[in-house]
Structure formats: C-alpha cells, structure tokens
C-alpha cells in the first residue's frame, strides 16, 4: 500500500510539473492562443487587467493595438522627428508617441491632412492584419492571386474589402491570417472587431516573421549600430544584445575642476563619454557624448610626510543619447604616473597633490554589468 501510495503522489507530482502555469487564469493550457499569450506577456507586450485576468475574447483598441505593435517590434524607444498631425489626438494622449512611430515604420498609412486617428475605435480583423503584413518585405501578388489562394480556405472571400484583398492574401501565404479554430470552413471576418486573443496571436505572427523579413525602415532600425571608438575589453555580444561586464574600466571626461586640496567629498560630478564605447567587432554599446553623473567618494589632502593626496569618484547614473536615465554604478580612482623615481619620493616624503581639469580623463571601474540594446542604444534595466 506505502509503495502504491508513493507512486501515486510521484505521478501526481510529475503531473503538476509538467503542466506549465499560465499568467491568467482565464486562459488555460488548452486555449488555441495560450502559447502566444504566453509569450508576449512575458515580453511586456501584451498585459492583463486589475483583477489578474487577460479576457481573451474582448476587443482592442486601435491606440491600444498601435502601442502593442511598436512595443512587439522593440521599437518603442524610437525617435520620430516629424511627426504627423491627427484631428483628434495630440500630443498629451497617452498613445501619441506609438501611433506617431506606426506611420513612421509604416505600419499604417499616413492619413491626409487634418484626418482622425479614431483611438478608442476598435481595431478590426482586417486592420490588425494588414499592420502585420506592412512590417514586412513581402512579394508582390495581385488581387486575383490573392483571391485564388484565400478561396481555397476561407468562406467568406467575396466579402473581403477590396482594399484588404492583397494583405489578406499575403497573409494567407505567410500563415500569418490569424482565425479561431472552429469545425466549420474558417472564415476571414475582415470587419468583425479582433479579439485580445486574435491580436496577440496577430501579433506574435509578425514579431516573429519580422526577425527574417522586415520593411526597410524596420531592417535599418533593427541593424546592430556600429562605429569606431573605445574598445570594452571582455565586452560581448548575445543575438541584439551587448554586455559590458562588471570590472571593465571605462574613460569619462570631467565637466569640471576637481582636486584632492579643494574638493569636498560628497561633492556632484557631471562627465561625458569622450567617445563611443564599442565591442572588438564595432558595435557601439554606449554612444559618445553619453552624460555620466556621480560624486566624489574620498577626497583627501596632500601633506608632506603625512600622505599622498586621495582622489575616488563614485559614479551612479548615465544618461544615453536616448535620453534614458538609469543605473551606472561605478568607481574611479585618480592616480598620477610616476618614474621609479618619483615613486621612491611619494614614499618616501608623501605630499602628491591630485586633481583633474575640465575636460580631463578618469577612468571608471563598472561595478555591475550593463546590457545594451545594439539596435538602439537602449540600456536594458533588469
């Protein structure tokens, strides 16, 4: 009976193990977007609501649907410099920057002048596929191809919109045209409001046909930058991603006079990258010009015969090119070259004196890595 007992809880045990745990409990294993889901939860694409639940079968609004899209891109740090005017959203709405970088990606379609948005609409079937279909580089079919290959599968073809005909059939080709599992001939639905789920599923489509075959302007923003500069020794590079490691040392230039026999500790330091700190194959992991902020650590006098003078920076924020603000904790201290023979002086007899003009170079110890995005600059926070 014990040994029947302890295979039961094993098996149970194994059971539980193996069933992954899903995020929401509205949507369980065997929902046909479970795996999308999933995953795009977990990059922060899509969320849930308040109350823990993702609500699969609700629907979506096209601000929402813009923001989901740049954000499934990684796209979502891009400037956009001439942005376009809509009648009815401006630059205070909270979906402005990711509708203003859809139509810069091309995504969408630049409406003509004085045109609405229409954020809080819901975004159809048609809508969300076609913006899926545009991050691409697709081959060109006509509406006849189109025709030919979504008959073959779907119900309602002559209903398709004739402006969504050719998406519609790109899509189809790329097994990118998202619809429910159902035991009837699949219908395309080109009008009917998407679902949550359909959208992540939409979605999860395009990110991952993306990484192959982007638009042009998405393939020039997803290139790693690269350029000359300072080489980070034991820097590397994973995929999109560059880490500096913990212990690297780093060149800064001061804003501003520092000295062991002025300076107080405590005292603010603002300094610069002098120039783009890169990986041996030029992939620039933090761009030149870079603002680096901290204070000063220790800060001691000179005296003769009692001690060398002791200048130590403690740096803790970086601002990037991005103007992103964020964790950079690291520490310098400031040291003169001698010959042997001063070293025997300083010694002996003490009294050296530190400082640093404006413009100077220290450098900077990392205290804890940093990982980049290549892509963009953007310092992954962890």
């Given at each position: 009976m014990k040994n029947l007992l302890k295979a039961t809880l094993g098996l149970l045990f194994a059971v539980a193990v193996s069933v992954p745990a899903f995020a929401f409990p509205d949507v369980n294993a065997n929902h046909w977007a479970a795996k999308q889901i999933e995953i795009l939860n977990q990059k922060g694409v899509v969320v849930g609501y308040p109350d823990g639940t993702f609500k699969p079968d609700e629907n979506v609004s096209r601000a929402e649907f813009a923001s989901m899209a740049i954000k499934a891109l990684g796209q979502e740090h891009t400037t956009v410099a001439q942005p376009v005017n809509f009648s009815d959203i401006d630059k205070d709405f909270w979906a402005y920057d990711s509708i203003q970088k859809a139509l810069y990606f091309d995504l969408i379609s630049t409406p003509k002048t004085?045109?609405?948005?229409?954020?809080?609409?819901?975004?159809?079937?048609?809508?969300?596929?076609?913006?899926?279909?545009?991050?691409?580089?697709?081959?060109?079919?006509?509406?006849?191809?189109?025709?030919?290959?979504?008959?073959?599968?779907?119900?309602?073809?002559?209903?398709?919109?004739?402006?969504?005909?050719?998406?519609?059939?790109?899509?189809e080709i790329l097994n990118m045209l998202v619809t429910?599992?159902?035991?009837?001939?699949?219908?395309?639905?080109?009008?009917?409001?998407?679902?949550?789920?359909?959208?992540?599923?939409?979605?999860?489509?395009?990110m991952e046909q993306a990484q192959l075959n982007p638009n042009a302007k998405l393939a020039e923003a997803m290139r790693k930058k690269t350029g000359e500069g300072y080489v980070v020794e034991n820097s590397f590079v994973q995929g999109s991603v560059g880490t500096i490691p913990a212990g690297s040392l780093l060149p800064v230039t001061l804003n501003s006079y520092i000295s062991s026999q002025s300076s107080k500790p405590g005292e603010i330091y603002v300094a610069q990258a002098p120039e783009n700190y890169i990986t041996k194959d030029k992939f620039i992991l933090v761009s030149k010009g870079a603002n680096l902020k901290g204070q000063l650590l220790d800060v001691r006098d000179g005296k003769w015969f009692v001690r060398n003078g002791v200048l130590v920076l403690d740096n803790s924020l970086i601002t990037t090119n991005n103007d992103q603000t964020v964790s950079f904790n690291g520490v310098g201290e400031v040291k003169k070259h001698r010959n042997w023979f001063m070293k025997i002086v300083?010694?002996?007899?003490?009294?050296?004196?530190?400082?640093?003009?404006?413009?100077?170079?220290?450098?900077?110890?990392?205290?804890?890595?940093?990982?980049?995005?290549?892509?963009?600059?953007?310092?992954?926070?962890?």
């Open positions: 004085g045109e609405p948005f229409r954020p809080d609409d819901t975004v159809t079937r048609a809508e969300s596929i076609s913006v899926a279909v545009n991050a691409l580089t697709t081959e060109e079919i006509s509406v006849q191809k189109a025709k030919e290959v979504l008959s073959k599968k779907f119900a309602d073809t002559n209903q398709v919109p004739e402006w969504f005909l050719i998406p519609a059939g790109k899509a429910i599992p159902s035991a009837n001939k699949a219908k395309i639905d080109a009008n009917r409001p998407a679902t949550r789920a359909e959208v992540t599923a939409i979605l999860y489509d395009m300083r010694a002996t007899l003490k009294g050296e004196k530190l400082d640093v003009q404006p413009q100077g170079t220290v450098y900077i110890k990392l205290l804890k890595p940093i990982k980049v995005d290549l892509t963009n600059g953007w310092i992954i926070e962890e």
